[in-house]
């Protein structure tokens, strides 16, 4: 059985030798990340025994629990398309796991199956224009109508990640009896994928964040997933494993330009002495490194809750939501002094550093803002108190 230290290493070989080559194409020189790259470095990442940390066997996958994943994913992460080389990238993360946890079998074996090899992508249709649901899901406005033997979807999402070419949506609707979750596949009559909405972050995966409208979208109740009027709570089985995901990946990119910063200022000199035995230019460096172990550190925390007590667990949510708020913005801030330690090659775009802190920008939103995070961890902190 291969050890996790040695599969940390073979998916750090695979990053640098086969993945690296690619990202500074798509990154830098505008090669477009359509789903026929996607297949020839997932093709890649199977061959060198990378492929699917987030899976089970049984689909190809490595089967690892999340600490595990935790080591993993930080060296996939060291590339912005790493992780969608071994599969564990967004939204298709987070709906493997929720397939996992909650679909029926023979929904398993329609979506979760081909999901989980890689053969297909997925989205989620969550988000909706205001009034609609942002943070905020009690504020969900897109309804299915209960009708003989099936539902009838109206309404209008954006922000849906990887609608664009995903074979089936998971598509998140009020019903008379709560949110319901429904899977709808990508041909069905009823619903449109619309404009591909122009963000920051567009490098880092196929099919973009679009436009969904389901108008009179008719589905049989075999594409209910789970219970209807559960969808909240369902939710929260998706919502952890998916923040720490996000986390684990987007700190080994911020390790990654760590380290390129000092690869950068160690070969440069200024002012009678190389950058690297300036003082400020040390200070930035050590306060990345301090951003780093703590980041570090509460990934680790959250993914042993998550092994031990259930993604769905209130402790797993808690800690989940603070790795996630810190892991963000500490991120954010290791990249932007890796911007800042190239000078005015940081902010070329033929350096990288300046292209992870653009992409790197949308994790302080994506799953959960930051400020939302913070209000919903100081609830559960002061509710002893109350």
């Not at 996790?4 to 640098?16: C, D």
């Not at 205001?130 to 897109?142: E, I, K, N």
């Not at 972050?201 to 964040?209: E, I, R, V």
């Amino acid at each position: 059985m291969t050890s996790v230290a040695h599969l940390v290493e073979k998916t750090t070989e695979f990053v640098r030798d086969h993945v690296f080559p690619v990202e500074r194409e798509v990154v830098a020189d505008g090669r477009v990340m359509d789903d026929a790259l996607r297949l020839e470095l997932q093709k890649k990442a199977k061959e060198a025994g990378v492929f699917g940390p987030l899976s089970d066997p049984r689909y190809g996958g490595l089967g690892l629990d999340t600490r595990a994943q935790a080591r993993v994913l930080e060296a996939a992460g060291a590339s912005l398309i790493g992780p969608l080389a071994v599969n564990a990238w967004a939204p298709d993360d987070g709906n493997i796991h929720l397939l996992a946890h909650v679909a029926d079998p023979e929904q398993q074996q329609r979506y979760l199956a081909p999901l989980a090899a890689g053969e297909v992508r997925s989205a989620i249709a969550m988000t909706e224009p205001a009034p609609g649901a942002g943070s905020d899901p009690s504020m969900l406005r897109t309804f299915a109508e209960e009708t003989d033997g099936g539902w009838v979807i109206n309404g209008a999402k954006h922000f849906t990640t990887g609608a664009q070419g995903a074979a089936f949506t998971i598509c998140v609707a009020r019903t008379n009896d709560g949110p319901t979750m429904f899977l709808v596949d990508a041909d069905h009559p009823g619903m449109r994928v619309g404009r591909r909405m122009q963000t920051l972050d567009h490098s880092s995966a196929p099919g973009g964040h679009c436009e969904v409208v389901f108008e009179d979208c008719e589905v049989p109740d075999a594409a209910v997933l789970g219970e209807v009027g559960q969808g909240l709570a369902l939710a929260q089985v998706r919502l952890a494993p998916s923040r720490l995901v996000f986390c684990m990946n987007w700190l080994g990119l911020a390790v990654r330009g760590h380290r390129l910063a000092i690869e950068h200022i160690g070969t440069r000199t200024g002012f009678g002495a190389p950058i690297a035995e300036h003082g400020l230019a040390q200070g930035l460096i050590a306060d990345s490194e301090i951003d780093i172990a703590a980041a570090r550190g509460l990934i680790r925390q959250a993914a042993e809750t998550i092994d031990e007590q259930g993604p769905a667990s209130s402790q797993a949510k808690h800690e989940t939501s603070i790795a996630k708020t810190f892991v963000s913005e500490a991120v954010w801030r290791v990249l932007d002094r890796s911007v800042q330690l190239h000078g005015g090659l940081g902010v070329c775009e033929d350096h990288l550093v300046a292209r992870f802190l653009v992409e790197a920008r949308a994790f302080r939103i994506y799953e959960g803002p930051s400020e939302v995070l913070r209000w919903s961890i100081a609830r559960r902190a002061l509710r002893p108190a109350r």
